[in-house]
């Protein structure tokens, strides 16, 4: 995962954090109070559950996008090279199968 993925996801959870603390100060109030303080509280936590659903879908389209572009270069390898594809996979089990051994 590159530093952009991950300075976004982190971001994406500090979000995910405010809205919930909103949330539970909002579950703390009277549903019957209808002072400034539970009106503001309210449209905070409606902009910021916004907020992070853009923020949320934005994530998924930029992570699809990216697994796509990875097996249509993958797909590429492979059909240019199929012999080295072979060797690598091959390679890959090997180590794989060994550290899977040694426990």
Do not use: C, Y
Request: hydrophobic fraction near 45%.
């Amino acid at each position: 995962m590159n530093d952009m993925s991950v300075l976004q996801k982190d971001k994406l959870m500090n979000d995910l954090g405010v809205v919930i603390s909103d949330a539970e100060a909002l579950l703390k109030m009277t549903a019957d109070e209808m002072s400034e303080n539970a009106v503001d509280i309210r449209s905070r936590v409606k902009s910021r559950l916004d907020q992070a659903k853009v923020d949320l879908i934005h994530l998924q389209e930029t992570a699809v996008a990216k697994a796509k572009a990875a097996g249509h270069a993958a797909d590429e390898f492979v059909h240019e090279s199929p012999w080295k594809s072979i060797g690598i996979a091959s390679g890959v089990g090997l180590v794989i199968g060994l550290l899977i051994g040694r426990r």
